[in-house]
């Protein structure tokens, strides 16, 4: 065998492992709900809860690595810690306690009691041995098929573990992918969890933005006061002057009303500088790849600039975009000392991504300056993020994306698709459950009733090929099943503007 064969058998290998102890898992949530709502032993809940997602959230990591399929954590917000009393008491609906340990205590216990995300964890803990499970011991079951055939003297048991060793690297690797997409289906967040967890990050972002905001205010209030402002006054008072000299002095007048127009020129100027910072012409004229393209020729950065987007992403979002590259471009010019930088510009689905790469010296860190700090809060408004790679002695490369930035138009569900769906819920069950796996209990357990189980009614030979082939038939119509509402659901998100 082969390097890629043995990989493939061994995150199976894992994988199958991985389904047993959730099944454990599962049995140990079940004895501490039976104690907690039958007994009244509400402290043994919560271990068991954080085991369960402990284990489910190992599910979720082998799932992205070893399948490519990413699944966001279900869970809604962690309730926050109680708060004293004036008095110093902590309340907990009407009793009083001195300490906030029980009151804490309860605020978990309802929010792990409340959240659905707890319940489908132990759902998918449970089912995944008979759904997710059997898909990744294809091999297994080939092995078992051919064993009863081997233990009888016959050597052609032995062809059901050479097709497994055969088509492992082919297998494998399509049932990794399964069980990734049936663990999609039952791990992911759904839409409430999802609204709840965007509230949270809404109410956690607000602060921050009315705190830019303001920050935001006070400067452009200062720029005016410091700088038009006192030149306007300046103006004000040299033709007060002037027109006082008119008579006595034309000449002096003439040099005060021209100093007059000079400084005119430069409030104008200053006023101008002003509006760039709050909004710039060029970008609410000619979008953002034009308003960084005119951006960069105000430094003295040897830039190159490319833009790939399909359309002009909302006001609001060029803005914050416009601003967050604008802040990159100050700290590589000031704090990094670069003199060359590349920007690009792109989409990925819905997705703003911008990168920034600068030739400077590196070592940039967001703990330790308020100019990225100021980044990631005007991108966090907007569901947006900052990555940052710098290490000392350069190059700096910041990533900037801004998810369901850009507006896109959800297709509809292709007809063959909506009728494979249906099949594959309608019909999945029977060849999975009665045609495959009670006809393996009925042929392990000898029984001779074959009542309507059609595997029994072949000959004995190719009775237990069959069991397998109704299993893996059942199977893949669920993994497909699965499949097909998954990429439903993430076009509908993908779409949400």
Known sequence: MNRRTLTALGRATGLLGMVVLGQLVGLVMLVAVALTFLVGFVFVFPPAVRLTRATTGAQRRLAAR???VTIDEPYRPTPPAPRPQRDGWYRDGRNLYKTPRIPAFNRRLTWMVNDPATWRDLAYLMLNPWAGGLIVAIPVLLVAAGLPTLLSGN????????????????VVPWSLRVHGQIALGLLAPTEKARLAQRVSHLARTRIDAVDSQAAELRRI???LHDGAQARLVAIGMTIGAAEQLVDTDPAAAKALLAKASEASATALRELRQVVRGIHPPVLAERGLGDAVRALVLDTSLTAHVTVDLPVRPDAPVESAAYFAISELLTNAVKHGGATEVW????????????????????GADPGRGTGLQGIERRLAAFDGVLALNSPVGGPTTAVLELTRALDSVVPPIPRWKSMTLGV?????????????????????????V????????????????????????????????????????????????
Request: proline share 6%; net charge neutral; charged share 15%.
């Open 66 to 68: 070893w399948s490519g």
């Open 424 to 448: 594959c819920w309608g019909l999945c069950w029977l060849p999975l459950f009665p045609q495959g796996l009670v006809a393996m209990v009925m042929k392990l357990a000898g029984t001779p």
């Open 221 to 223: 209030e200062r720029d």
């Open 155 to 170: 050597v052609l048991g032995l062809l059901p573990a050479v097709i497994a060793v055969a088509t492992a690297p082919i």
């Open 343 to 362: 920007i690009d510009i792109s989409h990925h689905g819905t997705t703003l991504r911008v990168t920034v790469t600068d030739d400077g010296r590196g």
């Open 450 to 497: 074959k009542s309507w189980f059609l595997a029994l009614y072949m000959p004995e030979a190719l009775q237990w090929p069959t069991i397998v082939g109704m299993i893996l038939l059942g199977g893949g119509m669920l993994a497909t099943a699965v499949t097909l509402t998954n990429q439903a659901k993430r076009g509908k998100v993908d779409g949400c503007a």
